[in-house]
């Protein structure tokens, strides 16, 4: 039985049969990735774009219906670049900077978020997850056209999983019947309730939240409500103790209630009992069409570990996080970034093994940052105890009055991409008048160059990235070249590279790793000091 | 002498809200009152001026 557990909305991956299906010992791969949502399929664009063999396996045969995520942030349109399916997504995606607050009856402030200007991607835009799946999903198959080695296998679904010292051994049902897989590397993108996560037996610990949230997706007919995100806290209407409407393409608004602990989950998906408290929130007159409701409950755990040998977790297997402040497929989207260079150079056998318990110790805390961000808005939008309740609304109530209260209202704060203080890959921050925002184990911002933006400049390889200073033109350490970048103020229109990259230093040189975080900096080039500190970026040291 | 400070002025303000928060953990409701209640004159001592006090107390009051 391969029943589908949910309805697709493209089907992208049909099912073919494989000739490893016929073969007489199992194929052995050097990656399979289980699982085709967002972070598999990113995952495995990043390997193909290495020209590193993988394939995929998902138990469905496409993209499933409904939007769970809406909001993508800058970082992960800016990996997604770098895997080449950023460009689609933010001409599709809705870009929104006003931001209302309401508390009961009123509107308490509106906010502006005023992004810093000279990046090339806007600070997140709104996008169905289908479009988001998909664009990247297309992109595998523009790779596997140029004649990248990559695979997606639809309708292949994991039941059982030997893992060995050098490898693991997959037994795949398909709709012809099962089949027997091994791989040197199995990456677990297979999802919160990840099987394979149980299979192994690992543990997945935290915290749960006892409340419910209705998502109605609605296309708005003759209305132009504006491209805005309104939260409301216990708004009068009553259909829900709190209330989030957020515009998606397509002219679809997301209304988020949060309706509860005990109810009865049948009756609230009722299409009359969901128009009905549409009807209370947006008034009578106003016309909508349904196209997705569901119901949520959520928790915020995460693995002790993100990898046992040769098998590694990524996105919401490894961690999951409530959907207040959107970090669930941006958080994931960081760890194909950061895994897929590592395991790159693991297997071309450019670095050791053990560079792969960076990644697990990257990801653990950006996941930890991640999920205590969650966790404090959660507990913002839905107090867990009575006085916990008269400080939220004391802060909501000053917060119409006072500016000092507005930073406190959190309704879910934006995703910003972790940086790795203390990471072991990180060489000693040497720039002493440098930014603190590009300091070592930073994500790299953007900056616009003379021709074009920075970030495109720093795609997929080490660089090495001087400005007003010489550097040679290439440097090569244990195997690994880096490519080399060298700019002058003339090159810095704006002056936001300096501000970004110099500060009160005269001239700088940044070694950047592939996921484009700062490894190391100084102020001048120094060829047995960034030999070091390469060697220690790649595990070496 | 200072002017009251309303604008923003704690610098990681989900860090603090977290903590205070926290403090009330367990308590009960009587419980929790005072810790306000006591929290509240410690950080008045600690501001001291009397016409900062003066004018929290009158910002206070308002009502939305
Ligand atoms: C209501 C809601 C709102 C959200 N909003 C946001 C947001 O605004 N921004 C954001 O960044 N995130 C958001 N998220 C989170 C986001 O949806 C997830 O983080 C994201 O989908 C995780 O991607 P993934 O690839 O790790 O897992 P999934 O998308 O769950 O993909 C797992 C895949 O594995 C497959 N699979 C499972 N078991 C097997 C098996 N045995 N064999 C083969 N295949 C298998 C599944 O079919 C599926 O295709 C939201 C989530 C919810 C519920």
Redesign the interface.
Known sequence: MLDDRYTLAYKLYPYARHADQDADAPVRHPVVVLGGGPIGIATAVDLAQQNIPVVVLDDHEGVGMGSRAICFAKRTLEISDRYGAAKPMVDKGVVWNIGKVF?KD?Q?FDFNLLPEEGHEFPAFINLQQPYFESFLIERAYELQKQGAPIQIRGKNRVDAVTVHDDHATLEVMTPEGPYTLETDWLIGCDGASSPLRTMLGHEFTGQVFKDSFLIADIKMINTNFPTERWFWFEPSHGSGASTLLHKQPDDVWRVDFQIGWDIDRKEEMKEENIRRRLDAFLGDDVEYEMVWSSIYTFQCKHMDSFRHGRVIFAGDAAHQVSPFGARGANSGMQDADNLGWKLGMVINGQAPESLLDSYNSERLQGAAENIL?ST?ST??ITPK????HV?RNA?L?LS?????A???V?SG?LSVPCVYDGSPLNSADALIDGPARTRPGAPCPDAPLADGFLLSKLGGQFTLLAINCEVPEALTESGVTTTVLSLKSADDKTGALAERYLGDAASAVYLIRPDQHVAARREHYDENLFRTALKRAIGKE | MADL??????AS??DF??E??SA??G?S?ED??AY?ARLLLILANHIGDREALSAAIK?AK???
């Open positions: 508390h009123g308490v961000n404090r507990d913002f105890s009575e006085m916990s400080l802060v109530e119409g009055h006072y500016e000092f507005r930073p406190l959190n704060r | 400070i309303l604008t923003p002025n704690i303000g989900d809200y977290e205070l928060i009330h953990d308590l409701k929790s009152d306000n910002a308002r009502q939305s």
